[in-house]
């Protein structure tokens, strides 16, 4: 994101688009924007584990599976005839879901679980929900899937205790999130007020019509008019707010005070409102609730003044998780056995061994080559391609790697023939888990492409990153 302050620079601002608001505000009217005008090509601007891989899907109908057969030996189930309802917020594409089903009736050779299964599809915007119902390989799963359009804060039509699995799969950094701090003993909040880089202002001759179509979010005039959310340009500003505003008011104060004076830290604050009511449609002997997303449950990187609180990708706002201070919304609901883990020990345990993201493995190359952009964007298709003599898909899909723009018409080409060498069972997306095993065998491959065994074999024993993909899960 661009942004000054009125203070150190007044003259860089050249066109308002809107006034100051807190940033939860404008994150979600930004974000309806992005989705109204970006949601069918999301994947073009950024993947998540879900959107292509199947893993995740994979690890959690596993630990559905296990479970379930658990709590039935056990003698805990209530009734082993009623639906068991399983629900995802922010279904997106519809990926998880299907793998997610999948995997499960391959499990369930007794067809004691699986034919119970009712699984709910939440999806708050609607051109991703056309998405996952258009989504083929979910299509074998329709006589148990439903789809819910709406809010994951309020899913009031749904009785208490009447789910057993809420997964959330990177959906908390997308809700409502506010920005905090503490000074002299009181809370300040960040404020944001929009404008248009002066570069761009050319591209509007009519300003009033633009000015509001972007307030009223009339994402059918927007569309006729030359995009613009990369070149907002953001003003900043702290307003000291009366914490009795907040939900929550009084862990927040607490959380607070572990933190110093003037260091920014996330609440998010749709995250926090998400686990009361994930707690109300438990039932007493759920599963449980799973949210996976980005972000940190260490004291001293949220007490860090220069942590990365957001990213800005297309134009949308996305927010590091604050899951200590999650954690200790949870406990003031009640909920005191919530657990936080790196989100790849979950995967890799349901595996029974290590795993490693292609883009922490990427990251793990000494020497990664500079240069032009597409020669970066060549030595990952390679990558790819070592990968691939090892790493099988059980589903058939096609990674979309699109060529950069600037490429020459002779990179291009080559380029292209590469990513359509990688066949459709390879890896489809740059957001995938491999196994240690994959790696080790294609270690030949990969040290030819400068790649180091070693280097690898620590990545794959690494602690997490100061920010990373984290587990949240609790039981009712």
Request: with cysteine.
């Amino acid at each position: 994101m661009m942004s000054v302050t009125t203070a150190n620079n007044p003259d860089a601002l050249p066109q308002l688009v809107g006034d100051f608001k807190p940033v939860d505000v404008w994150q979600t009217h930004i974000n309806a924007i992005f989705y109204g005008l970006r949601g069918h090509r999301v994947r073009d601007f950024y993947q998540t584990f879900a959107a292509a891989d199947y893993r995740l899907a994979s690890a959690l109908a596993e630990d559905y599976f296990q479970q379930c057969c658990k709590r039935k030996q056990a003698g805990q189930a209530q009734n082993s005839t009623s639906p068991l309802v399983v629900m995802e917020w922010g279904a997106g594409n519809g990926n998880l879901a299907a793998c997610f089903l999948d995997r499960l009736q391959s499990l369930d050779s007794e067809h004691a679980i699986y034919p119970r299964v009712r699984y709910v599809c939440v999806e708050r915007e609607p051109v991703l929900m056309g998405q996952a119902q258009a989504n083929s390989d979910l299509a074998t799963h329709r006589d148990r899937v439903s789809f819910e359009t709406g809010s994951v804060e309020s899913l009031s039509h749904y009785a208490d205790g009447s789910v057993d699995r809420i997964i959330c799969n990177e959906l908390w950094s997308e809700l409502p999130t506010k920005l905090i701090l503490r000074k002299e003993g009181e809370i300040q909040e960040e404020q944001l007020r929009p404008n248009l880089s002066e570069h761009r202002l050319v591209d509007f001759p009519d300003w009033p019509q633009f000015v509001e179509a972007f307030d009223q979010k009339d994402i059918e005039t927007l569309k006729t008019l030359p995009n613009f959310l990369e070149d907002l340009v953001w003003e900043r500003e702290y307003h000291p707010v009366d914490a009795k505003a907040f939900p929550f008011r009084r862990t927040v104060s607490e959380f607070l005070k572990t933190i110093d004076e003037e260091v920014l830290v996330p609440f998010n604050v749709g995250a926090c409102q998400s686990l009361k009511e994930a707690k109300r449609l438990l039932a007493s002997d759920a599963i449980g609730f799973s949210s996976f997303d980005a972000g940190t449950a260490d004291p001293r990187v949220l007490n860090d003044p220069e942590k990365p609180c957001y990213t800005v990708q297309g134009g949308q706002l996305s927010f590091m998780v604050n899951f200590q201070l999650i954690q200790d919304v949870a406990a003031h609901l009640g909920i005191r056995n919530m657990v936080v883990e790196p989100q790849r020990e979950f995967v890799g345990r349901s595996l029974g061994t290590h795993v490693l993201s292609l883009m922490d493995l990427l990251a793990s190359h000494p020497y990664p080559p500079e240069g032009h952009p597409w020669e970066m964007d060549a030595w990952i298709v390679k990558t790819l391609q070592a990968l691939n003599r090892t790493y099988k898909s059980p589903y058939a899909r096609t990674i979309e790697f699109p060529t950069h723009p600037q490429a020459p018409e002779e990179e291009r080409r080559e380029l292209d023939a590469l990513v359509k060498s990688l066949g459709t069972h390879g890896l489809p997306d740059t957001i995938a888990y491999l196994t240690e095993s994959e790696l080790m065998k294609a270690l030949p491959d990969l040290e030819r492409l400068g790649f180091e065994g070693e280097g690898i074999k620590r990545m794959l024993q690494l602690p997490p990153q100061p920010v990373d993909y984290l587990h949240g899960f609790f039981r009712r």
